[in-house]
């Protein structure tokens, strides 16, 4: 499982910086994407980077708002979500996959949440 951290309470307009490690190992080898998901409904898919460093974002509405990066040693990947609304509420969570490919197949079909590295995720509430 991969833990992600970083979620709280902001206000409309303000930031927060998620972050994803994997506890006793290093990211380095994996594509890692970011999702969220609101209680009831399915997953969604946010930005994907690659073990390369590609960038994907699958979700228009957080494009020019939500940046995704790994740090040098490929041992966290971050999610830093910048002017953030109350529709960006929701637990977030990180998953590793070889393929951003096959991460995007997998929220797609619905099966993401059931990958071994979904994990607990980070509230995000975002009030206005």
């Known amino acids: 499982q991969l833990q992600a951290s970083g979620g709280g309470l902001v206000q409309a307009g303000g930031s927060l910086r998620l972050s994803c490690e994997a506890s006793?190992?290093?990211?380095?080898?994996?594509?890692i994407g970011w999702f969220r998901q609101v209680p009831g409904k399915e997953a969604e898919g946010i930005s994907c980077?690659?073990?390369?460093?590609?960038?994907?974002y699958w979700t228009d509405s957080v494009k020019g708002r939500f940046t995704i990066s790994r740090d040098s040693a490929k041992k966290t990947v971050y999610l830093q979500m910048n002017v953030l609304k109350p529709v960006d509420t929701a637990r977030y969570h990180c998953?590793?996959?070889?393929?951003?490919?096959?991460?995007?197949?997998?929220?797609?079909?619905?099966?993401?949440?059931?990958?071994?590295?979904w994990g607990q995720g980070t509230q995000v509430t975002v009030s206005s």
């Open positions: 998953v590793a996959d070889p393929s951003c490919e096959a991460l995007l197949v997998a929220v797609r079909i619905g099966v993401i949440a059931h990958m071994d590295s």
């Open positions: 006793g190992s290093t990211l380095e080898h994996y594509d």
């Open positions: 980077i690659s073990n390369s460093g590609e960038i994907t």
